[in-house]
């Protein structure tokens, strides 16, 4: 992939908080106004220039794969730290929307903000129904996953709560969907097992599919280390409930140190039932969130079975507590085999001197489920020090890789980012 086109460059100057050092991200892709071309929504984490959170709101953006704005959103939201993003059909008209778990000021009193929604609309456009189609809480949303619990056509939603539930003090909670796209809330406690949905907060987000294949839908549950707390899966019974037998997932090398920060299911060795995948980081010295582990958990008579030391590449790399925060996976054909490949998006480069000097974050799979680690070299230095960070999208009816940099200045021996340069490549 040689060819280039940088399509975006996001400034938070611009964009409501001129202060701000921010995190930046790639948020969520989907097609929301339903033309074949992919949209990117991107975001900012507020924090101030010496890196500590603030309450300053920035707004997101969305731009199309053929690096034309999108024109369907008049005004985007701004939010302080929106955290997740998922993207489904939730008022039942065939185009894509988007719901975004946002978590507010990610420090001490963790008071948490707003929720967003946006729903597709007549002639490409979507409506901000935040206000209107949501309950009004800022409960410090730290993840969120879309599935039909209930068994009644539509699509709904499950919000994993972090830090005692923000200012609303909520406990993981569902949404559920009136089939035009809006939510009620309904207590985690009617749908979870009583062990699960009250006393602390113990994940960091979850998935909704069914993973034993009795076509109803179940909850995969991503442990975290700040409750030693290792990820689990309920089973679903059509009605909205999840039944108190649960499976304990198994841990990682990194013990009750790991957090997981997602979860995604394929069927790997071909048997027909859905194996996992879970993206894994850890308390390493004494920060929190560090280094990077790719689980492979087949799934066997309803068991799973950890066969990461056989599927993946060597994970021992070293310097792992100079690894940030890997915190999305996607799944993806990148090379038109017709099988799933890997990649890893986290708050790292794809290299930074020189290709091999990160941790491998792309593995193509074989077809048999085994995957190989690939670091490619094509992508130019952002700033001159550090490579692209990629992302893979769906778009015009191909696979694409999309170049995710930050952009800023440096100032004396610091870089100050603004925002990030988007790139396409072909």
């Known amino acids: 992939m040689t060819q280039a086109q940088v399509i975006a460059t996001t400034d938070v100057r611009k964009l409501g908080c001129p202060d701000c050092d921010p995190v930046s991200r790639i948020l969520a892709t989907g097609d929301f106004n339903k033309d074949g071309i992919a949209e990117f929504v991107l975001t900012f984490e507020s924090f101030n220039l010496t890196y500590q959170p ?3 709101p920035t707004q997101m953006v969305i731009v199309s794969a053929d690096g034309k704005p999108f024109s369907g959103l008049a005004v ?3 939010r302080v730290h929106p ?12 185009v ?18 707003q929720n967003v929604l946006l729903l597709s609309g007549p002639g490409g456009t979507l409506t901000d129904a935040s206000l209107t189609n949501l309950p009004l809480y800022e409960d410090m949303a730290h993840g969120a996953t879309s599935g039909d619990i209930d068994g009644d056509g539509d699509i709904d939603l499950f919000v994993v709560t972090g830090a005692s539930g923000g200012r609303a003090k909520l406990q993981p909670y569902f949404l559920i969907n009136d089939g035009k796209g809006k939510f009620a809330y309904s207590a985690g406690a009617d749908h979870l097992p009583k062990a699960l949905s009250r006393g602390r907060n113990f994940f960091l987000t979850g998935r909704l599919a069914d993973v034993n294949g009795d076509k109803m839908i179940d909850l995969l549950l991503a442990g975290s280390a700040d409750e030693g707390q290792n990820s689990v899966l309920l089973f679903g019974d059509n ?11 198994p841990r990682t090398p990194f013990g009750v140190k790991a957090y997981t920060t997602d979860i995604d299911l394929m069927d790997l060795d071909a048997d027909g039932d859905q194996d996992l995948v879970l993206l894994n980081c850890a308390i390493i010295g004494k920060k929190k969130f560090q280094g990077l582990y790719i689980q492979i958990l087949i799934q066997d008579g309803g068991k799973f079975i950890d066969q990461s030391s056989t599927r993946i590449w060597g994970q021992t790399w070293p310097n792992q507590d100079q690894f940030a925060l890997p915190h999305n996976l996607s799944l993806a054909d990148l090379n038109g085999d017709g099988a799933l490949d890997i990649v ?5 480069p794809t290299w930074r001197d020189e290709p091999g000097d990160v941790a491998t974050q792309i593995g193509l799979n074989d077809g048999k489920g085994n995957f190989s680690p690939v670091t490619p070299s094509w992508p130019e230095p952002n700033n001159g020090y550090r490579a ?3 992302l893979p999208a769906f778009s015009g009816g191909k696979w694409i890789l999309v170049g995710h940099s930050l952009f800023g200045e440096f100032n004396g021996d610091n870089f100050r980012g603004f925002g990030q340069n988007l790139t396409i490549y072909k």
Request: charged share 20%.
């Open 54 to 56: 603030i309450n300053v």
């Open 76 to 78: 985007p939201p701004s």
């Open 83 to 94: 955290r997740e993003g998922v993207v489904a059909d939730f008022n039942g008209d065939g």
């Open 96 to 113: 894509d929307d988007l719901f975004v778990a946002a978590h507010g000021p990610d420090g001490q009193p963790f008071i948490g903000e």
């Open 239 to 249: 009605s909205g409930r999840f039944t108190d037998s649960k499976i304990k997932l």
């Open 344 to 348: 890893v998006q986290s708050l790292n």
């Open 388 to 390: 692209i960070q990629l």
